[in-house]
């Protein structure tokens, strides 16, 4: 059963107002309002950073890849945006040398934009327990090595308007296809694709069925992992804000006091790393015992949208 | 238990409806007035956004803070049933 082995998170030293942050956009103080009433107050910003520096940040915290670089067979990166770097440069390629994981197959998956990080965790499961099954006998189980964060460096790579504004951070997380700790005990996605962004024809029907689209989606991992809300401890969500998400708990019955949510005041939405960096919060306030069910959810809007929801035990 | 609404202030509801109704016209850039029993969406095409935009300028206008989080758009199919919710979902600011 795929499982979460391990996890670094690397988060900007500084903070900045979101009216700091994305000023010289141009936006009206009415925008600005709008973000704060959403509950977005400050994100993430290392300007001395490149996206090569935050990756090679949050990879540098784990410790459990050092002397098992062999055994990582897939490095993937998940992210929200097409393009995160100007050709040639290509940051993946280079953390995996600097890491020396040379020899495993690089890629990334932006297809289901922000939430393309439990896309990422699906997929690595998946490859590593075909890989498993033809594997030697003795042979050491093999990793994957999910890498998300991004920088902030185009317009819409730094807000959306009326709705989110990115922060900067990354992280890394070691997956295997049959660990014991944080075990994935189901996964459901609905690929929406009449919602696309390009167009913007149907935003205002996005915004109206969000709610609902992400508490169906949730609903169905906790039904396909035979559990009920009452079944979850903690909600790991996507920042995208916190308004959002009041909706969708009310819509869900969910108590908002078991989504970890402040993260989004303080942080923005850090692209796909939002559901790793809430993990890594719950984990420092003693959310989680062992045995607890959680819960991860993120909508990914672009070309297309994607519901995703991902239960997990831990 | 009473809801927010049965101690509504019919007062300030009104205040609200009056301001919310010269918001209105302005921010749709319509010429004709914006009545109470007008539809947001179908009649008067108000998107999320510009219903963003009026609740913060009846935040300046009306000197209060609304509890945007708390919006729900269903609830609210008229002007009067914003005028309501924001009526009933607001403190002095």
Redesign the interface.
Known sequence: MTALEALSVYLPPVREPIRSAVGHLGLRD?DF??FE???LNEVGRDHDASLYDLLMNAAAGLAELQGEEQRVRYVIHARAMPVVAPYPVNPLHEVCRALGLGHALAFTVAHQSCASGLLAIDLAGRLLAADAAIAADGEPAPLALILAGEKAFTREAQMY??TTVFGEGASACLVSASGTRDRMLAYAADVRGEFDSATGAND?RL??EYKYSLADVMRRAMGDAGLTLDDIRVVLPHNVN??AW??TC?QLGLPLDRVVIDNIGVLGHVFCADMFINYQTARERGLLQPGDRYLAAAVGAGGGATFAAMVFEH | MTTPEADLDSEFRQQVVDTMTTVLARLLDRPEPVTESMRLMEELGLSSTLGLELMLELEDQLLILIDVEEMDPECMTTVGDMATFVASHSRPG
Do not use: E
Request: charged share 30%; proline share 0%.
């Open positions: 009415m309002r709008i009433k959403f509950g308007t009326a205002a915004q109206y916190r308004k009041v909706a009310k």
